[in-house]
């Protein structure tokens, strides 16, 4: 065991030596959960570079392209070429094993003591699929369950997807620097038979035709960038065939509306797929591409954590608009100045926004010269034009 320890420790030494690594409070904490005890989960913690591989790509990846040797250990600072090229491929990406199994056990934990507070959709004008069709289930209507970050102490690993270190080379290669939180996040649950949700949004939207610029999703010159952004905290195993997120790989790119009867799931079902993820994986997709949900076929309740986030200047949602100009004031207890930063309402980078730093910790602040603010002051009388 004492060789195993050791050949870890050669292995962590090696992986921060050789490249650009992050030491958070996140990682050291596993950092010390790992040489904690000599009987600490001997065979998850192994000397294998292949095995550790899996827990950051949803596919296989050019072993070049991997900058991370362990996802317990350390964490990427840009988005992998990989990561480009399949995320503008298909519009969504699985990144692998963002939580651990002990904050998963956490998180549901969590979600246990609020299951009274989830809301079923049970009245027809809330349904999210057509009755009869593939999508509808046994009639069991899909459950929600609002105020995640608002939960204190309880809500610490909600909060940690607003800048984890392991999302955030993704979140600001597919949104730049000074990403914001657009949508309140929230769980979805679905019980067995739970209805799914009929394919939906689109860049050219996959019902009407219609453009949507809100959904926008575009690439130049090597830059993606996403109008908005969802991000789908798995928080139970969601193997092939049990139901839940489905998608149309590609779609963001189309420029027509879905045949009749796609939407729903009645024809050409060979092009809606269910990718297999686990507990603690992370989906993110553009809302641009099309997607919906199946029906949930087990009986462990189906959780997922959605959140949607937006770069700097985007915006869809509008509850960070209250009357104090703020989010629901719970949120912000106990955040740190980067979660704060994304919580930050749209406006450009170079208007003093706070931009967070590659180790998920800084924060710097992007502006303009002294003297061009002076005289916005004296032309407007106000700090901002």
Known sequence: MNAILACQRTTITKAFSQSRKLVTPLVASRLSNVFATKEHNQKQRNCSYQNNIRSLYSTPTDLEEVEVMSEALSYPIKMSEAERYLFDLNGYIIIRNVLTPEEVAAANAVIDKHQAEMIERKEDALRNAVKGTKMYGNGTGRKDLGGVLEWGEDSKIFKSILVHPRLLPLFHGILGK??????????????KGAEGFALHGGTV?????????????????????????????????????????????????????????????EKYSEFIQQPATKAGDVVLFSEG???????????TQRRVCLYRFSPATNVYGRSYFTENGKWPEKMYEGLTDAQRAVLEPPYANRLDRPEIGDDAEAVSVSTRNERKKQHDREMFGTKYF
């Open 205 to 265: 939207d996959c019902s009407t035709g219609m453009y949507n610029p809100e959904l926008a999703y575009t690439c130049h010159n090597g830059f993606i960038r996403s109008a908005l952004l969802a991000c789908s905290v798995v928080l139970t195993d969601h193997d092939p065939g049990f139901g839940g997120f489905c998608v149309v790989p590609g779609s963001h790119k189309s420029n027509f509306k879905m045949p009749e009867g796609m939407v729903d799931g």
């Open 178 to 191: 000074g990403y914001r939180m657009d949508h309140l996040p929230f769980l979805i649950a679905q019980d």
């Open 289 to 299: 591409t099309v997607h919906g949900a199946l029906p949930w076929t087990q009986d």
